[in-house]
């Protein structure tokens, strides 16, 4: 998930509370990695992403390295 600014600590919290289900996240600045272990439509994570960060955009790494690509104008 790609974010306009650094999430609020609150924000965070609450994302990790009462577990993941299986899923991994991992935030790096303004970027949350996801791995969800089944499918991001069945996942608790994904719906607490989309609750708590209603700014956030996902694209899986295929799509920002074709992003990347058009963006350097290879």
Known sequence: YLLPAAPPAAAVDALL???LGGDRLHL???TLYAL???SVRTSKAARRIAKLLP???ARNLRTLQALLT???GE
């Open 55 to 57: 700014d956030a955009t």
């Open 36 to 38: 969800f272990q089944d």
């Open 17 to 19: 509370a009462d577990g």
């Open 28 to 30: 790096a600045g303004r």
């Open 70 to 72: 058009l963006a350097e």
